[in-house]
C-alpha cells in the first residue's frame, strides 16, 4: 500500500511568487490534514479536509494560502504571494475513520519550502 | 486552548543506556496522547499512542510511555537505545469529544544515540 506522498519535495522561490503544493493520501482515506513547521517551532496545524470539504481550516495563517481538495481525492495548497515568513516544511497527513476513533494519523515526507 | 511541552530539545545517549524523553501537556479537557518520530530524510510516522485504557503504553520497537493524569504527563522511556533510534521525537494531543481531530505537536527532542 502506498502511503502519503508529496510533490515537490523542495522548492526554493522568490517572495511574492506563488507556490502549489500537493499531496496525495492513502487511497481510501477521508480524511486529510496540512500542518506547517517553522524551522525551530513546533509542527501546527492548518487544516482539516473531509472528502472534498473543509472540515476545520482554523489554522490557516492568512488568506494567501488556499487549499483545495476536488474530487475527495489529492490536495494542493497554494501560497500566493509568498512570503519570508512561509518558509518551512509543509506536512500532509490522512487518516481512514476518525468516528472509528483510531485517531491515526499516516504523514507524508514533507515539502520543504524556502522564500527567498 | 491545549498545548504540549516538550523540556528537552536534544538528548544526548550513549548505546544501550536508558533514556526518557519528557512531554507534558495542558488542557482543560481530557486528551489523547501520542508520540511520533521522524527518522532523517523521513516523514513523522506514529511511535506509540494513548486512547483509553492501560496507561502504560508499548510500541513495537521497544519504546513504552505512561500517561500520567495528576501530572498531565505523557513521558517516553526505552531501557536500552540503539543507534538506529537516533531521530527526532514528537510528542502531541487530539482533544477528546471536541469534533476536531487537530494534532497539537510539542516542538520535538533530538535523539542522538552516540556509539
Known amino acids: 500500500e502506498a502511503g502519503v506522498t508529496q510533490f515537490p519535495s523542495h522548492s526554493v522561490i522568490e517572495k511574492g511568487q506563488t507556490v502549489t503544493l500537493r499531496c496525495d493520501p492513502i487511497?481510501?482515506?477521508?480524511?486529510l490534514y496540512w500542518y506547517r513547521r517553522v524551522m525551530g517551532k513546533e509542527i501546527k496545524f492548518l487544516l482539516h479536509?473531509?472528502?472534498?470539504?473543509?472540515?476545520?481550516e482554523s489554522g490557516m495563517p492568512n488568506n494567501r494560502f488556499l487549499a483545495e481538495r476536488t474530487g475527495g481525492t489529492y490536495s494542493t495548497l497554494k501560497v500566493q504571494p509568498a512570503e519570508l515568513e512561509d518558509s518551512g516544511v509543509y506536512f500532509c497527513?490522512?487518516?481512514?475513520?476518525?468516528?472509528?476513533?483510531?485517531?491515526?494519523?499516516?504523514f507524508g515526507p514533507g515539502t520543504r519550502l524556502t522564500v527567498t | 486552548a491545549q498545548s504540549v511541552t516538550q523540556l528537552d530539545s536534544q538528548v544526548p545517549v550513549f548505546e544501550e543506556a536508558p533514556v526518557e524523553l519528557r512531554c507534558n501537556y495542558s488542557?482543560?479537557?481530557?486528551?489523547?496522547l501520542f508520540w511520533y518520530v521522524q527518522y532523517p530524510n523521513q516523514g513523522l510516522q506514529l511511535l506509540l499512542k494513548?486512547?483509553?485504557?492501560?496507561?502504560l503504553v508499548e510500541s513495537i520497537n521497544g519504546f513504552e510511555a505512561e500517561f500520567n493524569k495528576s501530572q498531565t504527563s505523557f513521558h517516553l522511556r526505552k531501557p536500552s537505545v540503539h543507534i538506529s533510534d537516533t531521530a527526532e521525537y514528537f510528542c502531541?494531543?487530539?482533544?477528546?469529544?471536541?469534533?476536531?481531530?487537530?494534532?497539537?505537536f510539542g516542538k520535538g527532542t533530538k535523539l542522538s544515540v552516540i556509539p
Open positions: 497527513a490522512s487518516s481512514q475513520d476518525t468516528l472509528a476513533g483510531s485517531y491515526e494519523q499516516y
Open positions: 494513548y486512547l483509553s485504557g492501560s496507561t
Open positions: 488542557s482543560s479537557v481530557s486528551v489523547y
Open positions: 487511497s481510501g482515506h477521508d480524511n
Open positions: 502531541a494531543v487530539i482533544l477528546s469529544g471536541a469534533g476536531s481531530y487537530q494534532l497539537t
Open positions: 479536509f473531509v472528502k472534498e470539504s473543509k472540515q476545520d
